[in-house]
């Protein structure tokens, strides 16, 4: 996790066996629960969750699929990097990327240097499942099951080689926040 010689007993969480401190950055798929799985874990860790997708509408004033509408995607994978990147973390915490971000530009090796990397893996039939309210959700608002599950399937297999960065891969279909704090652990 963190390299650091000094100890801040604010910042450090205690666990048995291991302390965990630094960032927690959770990366996966559109619908694997990064942003709920995030919450449970700094809830059990006692540390602030951030979910950059929800700072990107508070600082812009625009839910995702009105800044993609704005901007572009690639207007919007700027600024996802550069949130990403200037954002002022606690020394501990836990964060929620959006699903495109580990594979745009240098970001899955920035939070590889920066913090703790889970990939939050799960099959394209799973995700189709947990993936009913699209309209928030810009590249699949028009898409039904089938084309949904088909265009995961691609999605995936460009994504993997970034997500598969991670430096722990779990996964995420029967995941809480306590398997993930145990395997954080190990």
């Known amino acids: 996790m963190s390299n650091t010689n000094h100890t801040n007993s604010e910042n450090l969480i205690t666990v048995p066996g291991k302390t965990i401190s630094g960032i927690i950055f959770l990366v996966g798929y559109m619908g694997c629960g990064k942003s709920t799985k995030a919450k449970q874990l700094a809830h059990r860790l006692d540390c602030p969750v951030i979910d950059l997708d929800a700072e990107i509408v508070a600082k812009t004033g625009k ?19 550069e949130m990403l990147k200037t954002f002022d973390y606690p020394e501990t915490c836990v964060v929620a990327t959006g699903g495109g971000l580990p594979c745009f530009f240098d970001n899955m090796e920035w939070m590889n240097a920066h913090g703790e990397t889970v990939y ?13 309210n699209r309209q928030k959700r810009p590249l699949i608002k028009d898409l039904n099951d089938e084309q ?17 960065q991670a430096k722990l891969i779990v996964d995420a279909f029967d995941l809480d926040g306590e398997k993930l704090e145990t395997a954080l652990k190990a």
């Open 148 to 164: 949904l599950l088909v265009f995961i399937k691609e999605k995936l297999q460009e994504r993997d080689p970034f997500y598969t």
């Open 120 to 132: 939050l893996q799960m099959e394209p039939a799973a995700l189709v499942s947990r993936l009913h």
């Open 63 to 81: 839910s995702i699929a009105e800044y993609f509408a704005e901007f572009g995607e690639g207007g919007f994978r700027d600024y996802e990097s």
